[in-house]
């Protein structure tokens, strides 16, 4: 492959905190002011605040840092007495809630690496997974957890690795992206950054799962980090997100733009007090501005932010902060703070190229896959798969999948530009664009849309709109 530049693009905009970055050998950013790894990072906080309320789950247990440390480490020593060793991966199979963290940072206390497993996968997919990852201990649901003499490992360091999480297999079998405490760390420390997160303040509400790195990596980990209280949902049912918001005094809400439209078209949702919300954070699908401006609407005491990234980024690679999130709706916002972007072979025409990334946060490559390890991750930059656009400003528009996009008559349509104009029309809840074969052109651009609940839609219309 082509070599990018030596170092990455930058905008004239830089809406971020840049101290305490630097450049190391590796030609890589990284942060000087991170921990030694998860568990000095953890345990900073519990010596800080013990009593401190840590996890809630809803509807279950309450646990402090005090307890959740401990918890863990009995948990680290019942893996050591099931036969778990330094390095050892450990698969974890279970739902959102006080045991997925306890089971988590157990883990890591018996110097292990964390495998979680979406509960989503069928049975044939989970098999792939705990044996692909060579698990020597799963955690089941409906088992207790292993308990036995309190053990915490020592001697962890920056590069050692603490997870691999499997991607969302769209092409064979999911693939392990290896995750170092350094690539846990950066994302955590990004977080903070581009949100601006105060310490012993964030009340935070995880409604996504915890097996994606959304869940774990920039909700339950930044908030550990500034001792805050994550409260977890075991699942999503969007009256109990909105009584929940409102009986645990929540401040940070984070879903997928789909889930806010949903909760704030509830026809009792003014009902609630959502004033107490500070951040209101979204991504995975495009937003359009009208309903950015209903969410600063109806979330008035809240700063907003559209974040992008992969498993292979550990969650943030940009991010649209509140001041650009209605403006630059089509956008995901900038790099954030150590994040690298380039673009690969972009096209003369459109400006259009593969998406790179460089960062502390890009994982090590692929567990048991070194051809797509080298095929995925060139020169220490990561080949996303995306196709974006950059601009002078630093703004990155990501405006398709390289396998997506619709070759019509030798013209390149990108599905995620229609996607964003036909997600702005008042009737829509969801589109997808894909191609559709046509003898003479070779492909057309199709789109399966979902109205909005109550809503009709005239094809016609749409198109002409």
Same mark, same amino acid.
């Given at each position: 492959m082509e070599q990018v530049s030596k170092e990455g693009r930058r905008g004239r905009i830089e809406p971020f905190p840049a101290t305490e970055i630097g450049r190391s050998a590796d030609g890589i950013l990284h942060y000087r002011n991170i921990h030694s790894s998860v568990l000095a990072m953890l345990e900073e906080t519990v010596t800080a605040v013990p009593e401190q309320e840590a996890v809630v789950e809803v509807g279950g247990n309450r646990l402090t840092y005090r307890?959740?440390?401990?918890?863990?480490?009995?948990?680290?020593?019942?893996?050591?007495? *099931? &036969?778990?060793?330094?390095? %050892?991966?450990? /698969? $974890?199979?279970?739902?959102? =809630?006080?045991?997925?963290?306890?089971?988590?940072?157990?883990t890591l206390m018996a110097g292990a690496v964390v495998v979680p497993v979406n509960t989503r996968l069928a049975d044939t997919e989970v098999d792939y997974v705990v044996?692909?990852?060579?698990?020597?201990?799963?955690?089941?649901?409906?088992?207790?957890?292993?308990?036995?003499?309190?053990?915490?490992? *020592? &001697?962890?360091?920056?590069? %050692?690795?603490? /997870? $691999?999480?499997?991607?969302? =297999?769209?092409?064979?079998?999911?693939?392990?992206?290896?995750?170092?405490?350094?690539?846990?760390?950066?994302?955590?420390?990004?977080?903070?950054?581009?949100?601006?997160?105060?310490?012993?303040?964030?009340?935070?509400?995880?409604?996504?799962?915890?097996?994606h790195v959304t869940g774990c990596n920039s909700q339950l980990l930044p908030t550990c980090r500034l001792a805050g209280t994550t409260v977890i949902m075991p699942a999503f049912e969007v009256q109990q997100l909105l009584r929940t918001t409102v009986e645990e005094r929540i401040n940070l809400l984070t879903s997928v733009p789909a889930i806010f439209w949903l909760a704030m078209n509830q026809e009792n949702f003014h009902d609630f007090d959502v004033s107490q919300v500070r951040?209101?954070?979204?991504?995975?699908?495009?937003?359009?501005?009208?309903?950015?401006?209903?969410?600063?609407?109806?979330?008035?005491?809240?700063?907003?932010?559209?974040?992008?990234?992969?498993?292979?980024?550990?969650?943030?690679?940009?991010?649209?902060?509140?001041?650009?999130?209605?403006?630059?709706?089509?956008?995901?916002?900038?790099?954030?703070?150590?994040?690298?972007?380039?673009?690969?072979?972009?096209?003369?025409?459109?400006?259009?190229?593969?998406?790179?990334?460089?960062?502390?946060?890009?994982?090590?490559?692929?567990?048991?896959?070194?051809?797509?390890?080298?095929?995925?991750?060139?020169?220490?930059?990561?080949?996303?798969?995306?196709?974006?656009?950059?601009?002078?400003?630093?703004?990155?528009?990501?405006?398709?999948?390289?396998?997506d996009m619709v070759n019509r008559g030798g013209e390149n349509v990108y599905c995620v530009e229609v996607e964003?104009?036909?997600?702005?029309?008042?009737?829509?809840?969801?589109?997808?664009?894909?191609?559709?074969?046509?003898?003479?052109?070779?492909?057309?651009?199709?789109?399966v849309v979902v109205p909005r609940p109550g809503a009709t839609i005239d094809s016609t219309e749409l198109v002409q709109s």
């Open positions: 307890q959740l440390w401990d918890g863990a480490a009995r948990v680290a020593g019942g893996l050591a007495s *099931e &036969g778990v060793h330094k390095g %050892d991966r450990v /698969a $974890i199979r279970l739902g959102n =809630g006080s045991d997925w963290c306890l089971a988590f940072f157990g044996s692909d990852s060579g698990a020597s201990y799963v955690f089941q649901e409906g088992q207790p957890l292993p308990e036995g003499s309190p053990t915490v490992a *020592e &001697g962890l360091g920056l590069s %050692d690795l603490a /997870a $691999i999480f499997y991607t969302s =297999g769209t092409t064979g079998f999911p693939k392990g992206a290896m995750m170092t405490h350094e690539n846990f760390l950066s994302n955590v420390e990004t977080c903070r950054r581009i949100m601006d997160l105060p310490h012993g303040e964030i009340r935070n509400l995880v409604s996504v799962p915890l097996f951040w209101v954070t979204y991504g995975g699908a495009p937003t359009p501005p009208e309903q950015v401006a209903r969410m600063m609407e109806e979330f008035p005491n809240a700063r907003l932010g559209n974040g992008f990234g992969l498993t292979e980024t550990s969650s943030v690679a940009t991010f649209l902060p509140h001041e650009y999130a209605q403006e630059r709706a089509e956008t995901v916002g900038f790099a954030a703070p150590p994040v690298e972007l380039d673009l690969f072979e972009p096209d003369p025409t459109t400006g259009a190229g593969e998406l790179l990334i460089r960062a502390p946060n890009v994982v090590n490559g692929y567990w048991n896959k070194p051809d797509a390890t080298a095929e995925t991750f060139v020169d220490g930059w990561l080949h996303t798969g995306d196709v974006a656009r950059l601009d002078d400003d630093g703004f990155c528009q990501i405006v398709d999948r390289i396998k964003n104009a036909l997600a702005g029309h008042p009737s829509v809840f969801e589109v997808a664009v894909v191609g559709v074969p046509d003898p003479m052109m070779g492909e057309k651009v199709g789109a």
